[in-house]
């Protein structure tokens, strides 16, 4: 399934990189741009996407993806977890500084190659606040800026704090939760972008600039430099982004946005993702950010397409793709691909997707209109195919040895078999679900889209348990930070599945 937006015609897509991918930042290096994202609950961590053209990512690795480096307890919530990344390039390395809001706070990496090992953490309890940037200083001195908006100097090799945390700005008067500062040297000044207003629909980007990285900062009489708040755009909720010079010296932003479908107030369900946008600067030296919007005018140079995901995976490899992802934790023993070579093998821990230490494998959902199926075989163990918000926000369609399926809804504190099913004989499975768009009827309070679950025939008829209304998985009704997840779980015993795809069902469904 191709990840990205196309280029065609002079024109790409937008969002460049689809699904739940929050809090961009962004780095380049000669003519290779990194990107990473949040990702909260998940394991690995900190997705981390090159690209050659700004357009097309392709997910290269995670910075945290050993025990070690990423330590969440299954007490952590979701939405919890690992926040808000900033990748920068210096001294011939790689550094990323993120915060485990559930267990570590803020911690530092390094690494030579993006793409990983990175370096076990380095931890920053001196560090306060969310949102952590780095930056450093023609003398060498490295400066943290985290929400608030608030700075203090480290020794990036140790974590030590040096000297004591100072107040640089608070962002508009009257706007709330002044958060994602980044800091650059552009010219002879210092500027401080920043995201205010919430991560909500009044969401926006602001700047200020100063002549030292600690200030003082006058604001941009334009702020905000980027929102989409009250408007009609189909892209919402921007803000959160990160400026990077591109070779030929023009100016970009990665940000985060969100695409609410159905009718009023409007649910977004794929959680808040990265989109793309120029920037050029004013006669008077500040950033001016181009509009954004589903499609865009291309940037002026050849396009650099690269590999999505595959869409099936076989699960031949010793190791999954990096985009996969489980819960809080991945414990050899639970998942594996070279326990039945072949096959991915799920022992179950929890015992069901209400559980945050259920057994779980899953991908971001890219695309509004989707197919997921996978193979499964139930003979020692009942599982199945679930479409995860979180664990009191899940549809799943389930498999156990003796030949019954069900479909399973959960809503907040709802729990509830929507549909059943006894095979003819027990065995593999094939459990699809079908994701797309709500019957064209004009209604306000129609849903964003439509959850289908139930069984594919060998010659591939799909019958149907259930049709859920797909706001229930919305950010909108779920809360916090993330979007949908599709993947494959283990509730009881030993799960195997052979195979999994994840089909756009139109590539315009971007
Ligand atoms: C992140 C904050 C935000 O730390 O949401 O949109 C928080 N911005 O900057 C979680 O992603």
Not at 182 to 208: D, M, P
Not at 227 to 250: E, K, M, Y
Not at 428 to 438: E, F
Not at 472 to 500: C, H, K, N, P, Q
Request: proline share 10%.
């Amino acid at each position: 399934m191709a990840a990205a937006g196309g280029w065609a015609g002079g024109t790409f897509s937008n969002p460049v990189i689809p699904g739940f991918h929050p809090d961009p930042s962004v780095c380049r290096v000669g003519e290779d741009y990194y990107l990473v994202c949040s990702s909260f609950e998940y394991f690995p961590g900190v997705p981390v996407f090159h690209s050659r053209d700004l357009v097309h990512w392709e997910q290269i690795g995670n910075v945290m993806e050993r025990p070690g480096q990423l330590r969440l307890p299954d007490t952590a919530p979701s939405s919890g977890g690992v926040y808000a990344p900033t990748i920068r390039h210096h001294d011939g390395r790689f550094w990323l500084i993120t915060t485990d809001v559930s267990h570590d706070g803020n911690v530092l990496f390094t690494a030579t190659d993006p793409a990983g090992p990175w370096s076990d953490p380095v931890l920053l309890p001196g560090v306060k606040g969310i949102d952590p940037d780095l930056a450093w200083d023609e003398d060498g001195t490295c400066w943290v800026t985290s929400a608030g908006i608030s700075q203090i100097a480290i020794d990036p090799g140790t974590g030590q704090t040096l000297g004591a945390p100072r107040r640089l700005w608070s962002g508009t008067p009257g706007a709330k939760a002044p958060e994602a500062p980044h800091l650059y040297r552009v010219g002879g000044y210092w500027y401080l972008l920043i995201a205010e207003g919430g991560t909500e629909r009044g969401h926006g980007i602001s700047v200020a600039r100063g002549p030292a990285p600690y200030g003082p900062f006058e604001p941009c009489p334009a702020n905000p430099v980027l929102s989409h708040r009250s408007t009609d755009q189909a892209i919402q909720n921007t803000g959160h982004g990160d400026l990077v010079q591109a070779p030929d010296g023009s100016w970009w932003i990665v940000f985060l946005g969100v695409r609410p479908g159905g009718g009023t107030p409007g649910w977004h369900v794929l959680g808040r993702e990265t989109f793309l946008a120029p920037v050029t600067w004013s006669a008077d030296g500040w950033p001016v950010i181009g509009e954004a919007t589903p499609v865009m005018a291309a940037p002026p140079w050849p396009p650099r397409p690269v590999p999505g995901p595959a869409a099936r995976d076989d699960f031949d490899a010793a190791r999954l793709a990096p985009h996969w992802i489980s819960l809080r934790s991945r414990p050899q023993e639970a998942v594996s691909t070279t326990e039945r070579p072949g096959w991915l093998t799920l022992r179950a821990r929890g015992a069901s997707l209400d559980d945050p230490a259920v057994t779980f494998a899953g991908r971001r959902q890219q695309h509004r209109a989707c197919r997921a199926r996978t193979l499964l075989d139930p003979a020692a163990g009942r599982g199945g195919l679930a479409v995860r918000l979180d664990e009191r926000h899940h549809y799943a369609i389930e498999a156990a040895p003796d030949g019954t399926v069900r479909a399973e809804a959960r809503i907040g504190p709802l729990r509830q078999t929507v549909g059943e099913l006894r095979l003819p004989e027990a065995g593999p499975v094939t459990l699809r679900a079908d994701i797309g768009g709500p019957p064209e009827a004009w209604d306000p309070r129609q849903g964003p889209d439509v959850v289908r679950l139930g069984v594919e025939e060998p010659d591939g008829v799909f019958t149907v348990l259930a049709e859920l209304d797909g706001r229930y998985l919305s950010t909108e009704v779920a809360g916090g930070f993330t979007g949908r997840v599709i993947g494959m779980y283990a509730a009881e015993g030993t799960v195997r599945f052979d195979w999994f795809a994840l089909e756009a069902e139109k590539d315009d469904a971007l």
